[in-house]
């Protein structure tokens, strides 16, 4: 497993990869045309956390509560991780157009407890988003990130004492006894059409006292899932994407077949399926990454592990699915 590296201003992917196969004439013909349910055409929710739970530690030692798309609370082992935390409206450059959020973030940021860090895999707008960033400015909590996103989070607000950036194979420690290790992923990075991979994006080893887990964030799949889990697996969890694929952009993105793959070669226990059910950002309906992936657990013999959005559900191994989509 190597470093990821920078050909002229841009880093590069850890196999030759194509960020779209379609022109754009082509793909806003397709999103144009669709008859996908792609919005939900009822509002879903409203989800809600009790946040008194988070005075309780868990009793397996592993909590997680999703708050939609790729934005966790995880406890694991006496810490506490929030993830590519986006409670914006919408993903997005502007708070009037761009994708926006099926149903509002389940707990008010204020009412977060005490976390110990905070993880950013990437600079894309639906994984690092700038009300958020700069409405938990203010705290102390250390910020751990892929190479460059630390400046962006800096010109934010967040002291630069706070930051710790990685690079592939590089790792943080957080107190004594828990370990953040950046891998790789075949994704891109850039806020705009002129800073394309210039900031760098990363899965995430997470390893306590007692539980190892992963947080996959953007992917498409490739053979790196295998070295990363015969060196680092096997896994409690994976946590792994599986929306927002397309034909258009088959590299770049899992889906629920690539993604279960994924799980696989990554040697993890239970998958937990993210970054589905809250945005509008592909061609598919809403609901069918879930869906997919049900089937394709079946097949594989995968254990899912499916919480419903803002509900601190504990990881005790065995194979849980709220199946909130279809209430």
């Known amino acids: 497993m190597n470093k990821a590296i920078k050909q002229g201003k841009e880093y590069q992917n850890p196999i030759p990869t ?16 669709s008859k996908e349910e792609r919005v939900p055409k009822m509002q879903l929710g409203p989800f809600h956390t009790d946040a008194s739970i988070y005075k309780t530690p868990p009793d397996s030692g592993l909590r997680i509560t999703w708050m939609g798309h790729s934005s966790l609370l995880i406890e694991i082992d006496g810490k506490r991780i929030l993830t590519d935390p986006v409670w914006g409206a919408r993903a997005s450059f502007s708070s009037f157009i761009g994708p926006k959020r099926f149903f ?29 960033i700069k409405h938990l400015a203010h705290l ?97 969890l994976t946590m792994l994407e599986i929306g927002a694929y397309g034909d258009g952009w ?33 061609l598919h309906a809403w609901r069918e990454p879930i869906e997919r992936l049900e089937g394709f657990a079946k097949q594989k013999g995968i254990d899912l592990f499916v919480p419903k959005p803002g509900v601190p559900t504990e990881v005790t191994g065995q194979a849980y699915s709220s199946n909130w989509w279809s209430k």
């Open 250 to 282: 088959p590299n770049i993105h899992m889906g629920p077949d690539n993604a279960s793959n994924a799980h696989l070669a990554l040697r993890g226990k239970l998958m937990m399926p993210i970054h589905w059910g809250t945005f509008n950002l592909a």
């Open 18 to 33: 194509r960020q779209t196969t379609k022109s754009i004439v082509q793909l806003l013909w397709e999103y144009a045309t």
């Open 104 to 132: 509002p973030a389940p707990l008010p940021l204020d009412s977060l407890p005490a976390l110990d860090v905070i993880l950013l895999s990437h600079d894309h707008y639906d994984h690092l988003d700038y009300p958020t």
């Open 140 to 236: 102390t909590t250390p910020v751990v990130c892929s190479l460059g996103v630390g400046s962006i989070i800096e010109s934010w607000g967040i002291d630069n004492s706070r930051i710790t950036e990685l690079n592939w194979t590089e790792q943080a420690t957080i107190g004594t006894d828990l370990t953040i290790t950046a891998t790789p992923a075949r994704h891109f990075s850039g806020r705009g059409i002129t800073n394309r991979n210039q900031t760098l994006w990363s899965s995430f080893v997470i390893k306590g006292t007692k539980h190892n887990i992963f947080f996959g964030a953007d992917s498409g799949w490739f053979p790196g899932f295998k070295e990363i889990g015969d060196m680092f697996g096997p896994f409690d």
